[in-house]
């Protein structure tokens, strides 16, 4: 178990739709990432959050979105979902906002499945 | 952030020890070198991580040379539980960093 906890676990929806994803971080982690990673593929970065702000951004489409709250968990936020949205999306959290000697740990993930 | 290039995949048999081999060439002088692996639907998992010479835990060995070019993840005895899929990272170790992982090398382990 890595400390990291992503809910729903699975989620399906339709196309069209709005859905939230939720990531509660390791406790005193600061840093929350979300990753995409569709079927066969690798993980696609998203975006990165610390201490309630964003600190990176990768490959995040427009109709997403992603906040991190006082108490630091975080939400990604995906509207106008169309069946190339289904994947696996990834949580991950370290302590720091993240040079590469801090380990990230990473959620089980919710598998979004969109018909 | 420094570009890396892994093998796509490997194929071993249980019992063997397993080197896979990632290239950095253009690593920067406060970069680590970090290897994830990542089994079937779950996140990635740290697994090692260093920044020169030779680096020791109780699952791998990471061998670093000395122009740090290149890097090598030992996995000595793989089990069939070893096959995943295996991320090198390279980067600094502050300021702002987003964890890209790469393609990564799929490592199946054969009875």
């Known amino acids: 178990d890595s400390g990291v906890t992503q809910t729903p676990k699975h989620l399906i929806t339709a196309t069209g739709q709005r859905v939230t994803l939720r990531c509660s971080p390791r406790?005193?982690?600061?840093?929350v990432y979300w990753y995409q990673q569709s079927l066969d593929q690798g993980l696609q970065f998203l975006i990165q959050?610390?201490?309630?702000?964003?600190?990176a951004k990768g490959n995040i489409l427009e109709r997403f979105s992603a906040q991190q709250f006082p108490d630091l968990h975080s939400e990604l936020n995906l509207s106008s979902l169309e069946l190339g949205d289904s994947a696996l999306y990834f949580c991950?959290?370290?302590?720091?906002?993240?040079?590469?000697?801090?380990?990230?740990?990473f959620g089980q993930g919710t598998r979004l499945t969109v018909v | 952030l420094a570009k890396t290039t892994q093998p796509i995949s490997m194929d071993s048999y249980e019992g063997q020890e397993v080197n896979i081999t990632c290239s950095h060439n253009?690593?920067?002088?406060?970069?680590?070198i970090t290897w994830y692996q990542q089994f079937p639907s779950q996140g990635p998992r740290f697994i090692i991580q260093?920044?020169?010479t030779k680096v020791t835990n109780e699952v791998a060995s990471l061998f670093i040379p000395a122009d740090r070019k290149s890097s090598t993840l030992s996995l000595p005895r793989v089990s069939l539980s070893d096959t995943a899929v295996y991320y090198c990272?390279?980067?600094?170790?502050?300021?702002?960093?987003?964890?890209?992982f790469g393609t990564g090398t799929r490592l199946k382990v054969l009875a």
């Open positions: 991950a959290s370290s302590v720091s906002t993240g040079g590469v000697d801090t380990e990230a740990f």
């Open positions: 406790s005193g982690d600061l840093s």
């Open positions: 959050y610390y201490n309630g702000e964003e600190r």
């Open positions: 253009n690593i920067a002088t406060n970069d680590y």
């Open positions: 260093g920044y020169k």
């Open positions: 990272l390279v980067g600094p170790t502050s300021g702002t960093y987003k964890y890209i």
